[in-house]
């Protein structure tokens, strides 16, 4: 079947018992045994119920994995993943990652005796000379959160395969529709549900699909002893926003390649970041390994003087944290999502004060770049 077709039709199957064509919500907290010993498949909702295991099917489905399991957030998700790793393990992360998961990895789990290094991983090269006889895995995003800066997948996966380590791959910015990690080798894909499966701005999750068996146990043994498994209204949420993921990503891709172009050749804009414009440094690579490019730009307007002016005069993008809605959200990483992140280590990999994030929605792009143009004139 066809990837929209599995979107509305897989783990997402009428109900048996009325042939409701949208499952109910099982908001209970337990089930009734039929006799000791013997239940229906579920016993409380904490360590599975059915809208989370309708919407773990349709996950795994949808990138090519062989099991899923969804969490109550993207970082649970991801700390449930580092947790496979054990003390004196090494692991290479994207250095322009999420901020959350270098606040996780260098505030906490470091206390448990892991070990992280960051490093370019757009750069195989780089990634070759951070190996270490403890590295275990290897954690990259593509596009990098804010730098846009992309891996070659199929590249790292040779090296992790070479050395026996686990790929893990942060698919949130392009989602199953637009990139496929576990066809280029990934062991392991991770998502905040909450960005573009989910698509509405009115859920939170996050999930994790694998590919091996054994990684499988564990994970499923996390969720439920750490009760992170994700709730069922939240479940019916993602599962309804998945139904409308290809045509919703068909639009923020056509709106994301118009609204780069615009900045880019806006004269207060100092430089954008967007995979699709050929300006970018690894736009080849992106072409290779991408059905499309998504609607995550970063644009540097110089200074933390000229962001706030811009941000403070749109009307209809509206400055906010995440991304992946169907409306347009914009943000300031140096203050925002990264701002956990020590200046020094921002200005290293590329996070200046002028640089601002766009998750381009699926308004008309017109207003859209109406909008943002009559914010850059501000400057």
């Not at 499952?23 to 009734?32: E, F, L, M, N």
């Not at 099991?67 to 290479?92: C, E, K, N, Q, Y």
């Not at 944290?321 to 200005?347: C, D, F, K, N, Y």
Request: hydrophobic share 40%; net charge neutral.
């Amino acid at each position: 079947m066809g990837f929209a077709t599995d979107a509305i039709h897989v783990g997402q199957e009428p109900d048996p018992a009325t042939g409701a064509i949208v499952a109910p919500i099982y908001q209970t907290s337990t089930y009734v045994q039929e006799e000791l010993g013997k239940n229906k498949g579920y016993d409380y909702a904490r360590t599975a119920h059915p809208n989370r295991r309708a919407l773990e099917r349709t996950v795994a489905k949808l990138e090519g994995g062989s099991a899923a399991f969804v969490f109550t957030s993207g970082m649970a998700a991801i700390d449930s993943v580092f947790r496979l790793l054990r003390p004196g393990d090494h692991a290479i992360i994207s250095e322009a990652v999420y901020g959350g998961v270098i606040r996780l990895t260098t505030q906490f789990l470091v206390q448990w005796g892991l070990e992280f290094s960051f490093v370019d991983t757009s750069s195989p090269e780089s990634v070759e000379r951070a190996i270490k006889p403890t590295t275990k895995m290897i954690y990259i995003e593509t596009p990098t959160n804010p730098t846009m800066r992309v891996t070659d997948i199929a590249a790292i996966a040779r090296i992790a395969s070479a050395r026996n380590a686990t790929l893990v791959v942060d698919n949130t910015f392009l989602s199953p529709y637009f990139q496929s990690p576990i066809a280029l080798g990934a062991h392991i894909v991770v998502h905040s549900m909450t960005k573009y499966l989910n698509g509405h701005s009115d859920a939170v999750g996050g999930s994790v699909i694998l590919t091996r068996p054994a990684d499988a146990e564990k994970i499923y043994f996390l969720q439920r002893s750490t009760g992170a498994g994700l709730a069922p209204m939240d479940c019916f949420l993602v599962s309804r926003g998945i139904k409308t993921l290809a045509v919703r990503m068909k639009q923020h891709d056509a709106n994301g390649r118009a609204v780069a172009r615009f900045l880019e050749d806006h004269p207060r804009v100092k430089s954008v970041l967007y995979p699709g414009l050929p300006s970018h440094p690894q736009h080849d690579v992106a072409v290779r390994q991408q059905r499309g490019f998504g609607a995550m730009i970063s644009f540097d307007v110089v200074t933390m003087e000229n962001a706030r002016t811009v941000l403070n005069h749109l009307k209809i993008c509206s400055l906010a944290e995440s991304l992946g809605g169907v409306e347009t959200l914009i943000s300031h990483p140096a203050t925002m999502t990264h701002a956990s992140v020590p200046a020094e280590v921002r200005q290293r990999i590329g996070i200046t004060d002028g640089l601002i994030r766009i998750s381009v929605g699926i308004e008309d792009v017109e207003d859209l770049i109406n909008d943002l143009d009559q914010a850059l004139r501000k400057i």
